[in-house]
C-alpha cells in the first residue's frame, strides 16, 4: 500500500484527491491474520486487488496523534477520495459476530484493525442495504491504544514501512480554538445538527494524504503476536 502527499492544502468543501504533482511518502507491506479472521482479510484483500472500488486513490482522513490514522472512508456520493459504492460483490463479514475476531489488541504502532467503534461513513452510505464496512485504521505509536480492544477487529499488522506511519501521524490537522470546540459541544448538546456536520472536519489532515497504490505481495505470513498462545 503506497501513500502520498499532494501540496495543495485541505479545502473540506472539495475533498478531492490533489490533480497537480504529488510527493511519495513511502510503502507499506502489511501481514494479514487470514488464518483469524478471514472473511475481514478476505475484504481488505479484495479491495487492495479490485479494479474498480478499491482504496486506491482514497484518502486518510482523520489523524489523531499518538494513537491511530483512519482510511477506507466511504461516500454515497462518489466523491473523490472516498470509496464509492457499491458493495455488493463483497461477501458479508460475519467476523463481526464472533468473539474470536476480537481477540486481538491493539497493542503497539502499526497494528491494522477494521472500525467498528471508529467508523465515521456517511449516515446515508450505512443505510444501504448492500453496506459493507470498510473502513480500516493503523495505530501509530509508540504505545498502544487499549480504548480501541474489543471494540475494533484486529486483522493485520505493519511488517515494512512504520516511518510512513510515523511520518502520516507527524502531519497538522484541522482542529479549532479550544473556545470553539466548547461552543460546538454545547450547540449539539443543545440539539442543533450543524454542530456534528462542523465536527466531521475535526482532526482531518491539513494536506491530502491518500493512498496512490494498493495490491498484494506474496510474502512469508507474519507470525502470530507474542500476547497469543
Known amino acids: 500500500m503506497d501513500f502520498s502527499l499532494c501540496p495543495s492544502s485541505f479545502r473540506p468543501e472539495r475533498d478531492s484527491i490533489c490533480p497537480t504533482t504529488t510527493t511519495p511518502l513511502g510503502r507499506l507491506v502489511i501481514g494479514l491474520y487470514g488464518h483469524l479472521v478471514p472473511t475481514t482479510v478476505s475484504i481488505f484483500k479484495s479491495l487492495c486487488t479490485s479494479s474498480s472500488t478499491t482504496y486506491k486513490n482514497t484518502r486518510v482522513h482523520k489523524i489523531f496523534p499518538g494513537q491511530f490514522i483512519l482510511a477506507g472512508r466511504q461516500s454515497p456520493r462518489g466523491i473523490k477520495g472516498k470509496i464509492h459504492p457499491p458493495m455488493d460483490f463483497l461477501p458479508r463479514n460475519n467476523d463481526i459476530v464472533d468473539s474470536r475476531a476480537f481477540m486481538l ?125
Open 105 to 229: 489488541t491493539h497493542s503497539r504502532g502499526g497494528v491494522v484493525s477494521l472500525c467498528l467503534s471508529e467508523n465515521d461513513d456517511d449516515d446515508e452510505t450505512k443505510l444501504d442495504p448492500d453496506y459493507r464496512n470498510v473502513e480500516f485504521l493503523i495505530t501509530t505509536g509508540p504505545g498502544p491504544c487499549p480504548q480501541l480492544d474489543s471494540k475494533n477487529i484486529v486483522f493485520g499488522t505493519v511488517l515494512q514501512g512504520m516511518d510512513v506511519v510515523t511520518a502520516i501521524a507527524a502531519m497538522r490537522t484541522y482542529k479549532p480554538w479550544e473556545q470553539i470546540q466548547i461552543l460546538n459541544y454545547l450547540a449539539g448538546f443543545l440539539g442543533d445538527e450543524r454542530a456534528e456536520h462542523a465536527r466531521a472536519i475535526w482532526n482531518m489532515p491539513i494536506k491530502t494524504v491518500y493512498i496512490s497504490d494498493c495490491g498484494e505481495l506474496k510474502v512469508t505470513k507474519p507470525s502470530l503476536p507474542p500476547s497469543l498462545p
